[in-house]
């Protein structure tokens, strides 16, 4: 490891540390060894399930929304435009084409599709829990919700369109006419349209996984082997990347901290640069926005170049490359079981691939 490398590291890995090291003297219960983490618990010494909600309190349910918040008319709004191709460039693509909603709020292929069938550069976001992320897009390059939806809408890749023809196409309809005078005093404009949107997409949560009714107290929720896998994730450090309400997303980190993933995977792209391209600094090469885990399980394949085409694959890539550790088998699968557990709901329905 260079000298370059090793300063990227300290910076970007010290807050992984410190959450690890909080885990492990303050979450673990104290007579668990973390050195021995699998080591059946005896009946009577501990309560299982009371231990596991106390390991689990650097990851927090997905809060339900009210029937007000989700139907308020900004909302109801932004919904309709996010469904509407005419914000693209050819009126063929609209936001709803990359991030199906009646499936993982992705588009399942390895690199995003835009207007013309131009191929984009990064792997499609889920955009269920995004409000959680503390910024947006894998580079972190918009802050906001409503500052990201310019992003797609005038990418040559994406949209393929501009804020004057999305402004003249919504301001040509008589129905969205009426919605802007009664939600906006009548003002169609980029801020209009991106509030609107971005006040959709706050509401696009994903609650009652089964682990949040186990963290609601549901000792049933989840399987023996999600408990064992979510353990594991413990213990192997996993969440010392991915905590809060979106199991990730709340900070930045360097994809191959403890290896050259680029390396090893070949042909380079500008994408793989990352946080690099946003802010040109060096320690920002290969500097990515942690991805949130929720629904993990339903919107493969994974990482910002679609390269691990099972959550099984990714989970492994991620041992090696994040921890310095070759998993089991087992390990894996136990892991992809607590994984699993974290799929919500959208709208009452279970999400699916």
């Not at 059946?40 to 349910?61: A, V």
């Not at 919700?145 to 003249?168: C, K, Y």
């Amino acid at each position: 490891m260079t000298r370059k490398d090793q300063l990227h590291f300290l910076l970007y890995g010290s807050l992984a540390l410190l959450a690890a090291i909080f885990v492990t003297l303050i979450l673990l219960p104290s007579n668990e060894s973390a050195s021995s983490p699998f080591v059946p618990e005896e009946d009577g010494i501990l309560d299982k399930e009371r231990s596991m909600r106390e390991r689990s309190s650097m990851i927090l349910p997905i809060p339900v929304l009210t029937k007000e918040e989700l139907r308020s008319g900004k909302v109801l709004l932004g919904e309709k435009l996010f469904h509407d191709p005419r914000l693209s460039g050819d009126g063929t693509i609209s936001c709803a084409s990359c991030h199906n909603l009646s499936r993982s709020g992705a588009d399942g292929r390895a690199i995003a599709v835009g207007a013309g069938n131009a191929i984009g550069e990064f792997n499609t976001p889920t955009v269920f829990n995004a409000v959680f992320n503390f910024r947006q897009f894998w580079d972190g390059r918009a802050d906001t919700l409503a500052t990201q939806v310019s992003g797609p809408l005038t990418n040559i890749a994406e949209m393929a369109s501009s804020w004057t023809i999305a402004v003249r196409r919504v301001s040509e309809d008589s129905e969205y006419r009426k919605a802007f005078k009664r939600e906006y005093g009548g003002e169609i404009s980029e801020r209009t349209i991106s509030d609107a949107i971005a006040r959709f997409g706050s509401t696009l949560h994903t609650p009652n996984a089964p682990f949040d009714r186990f963290l609601n107290g549901d000792d049933a929720a989840i399987s023996d082997e999600a408990r064992e896998g979510y353990r594991r994730f413990i213990d192997y450090g996993c969440i010392s990347c991915h905590q809060g309400v979106n199991v990730g997303g709340n900070f930045f980190q360097r994809f191959g901290v403890m290896g050259d993933y680029f390396a090893d995977r070949g042909n380079p792209t500008k994408a793989d640069l990352g946080r690099y391209n946003v802010t040109g600094l060096e320690e920002d090469r290969y500097v990515f926005k942690v991805p949130g885990l929720r629904n993990v399980a339903v919107t493969a394949p994974y990482f910002h170049d679609g390269s691990a085409d099972t959550l099984d694959k990714a989970i492994e890539i991620m041992a090696r490359y994040q921890l310095e550790r070759e998993l089991s088998e087992e390990d894996r699968r136990l892991i992809a079981a607590f994984l699993e557990s974290l799929t919500g709901e959208y709208r009452g329905e279970r999400l699916k691939p």
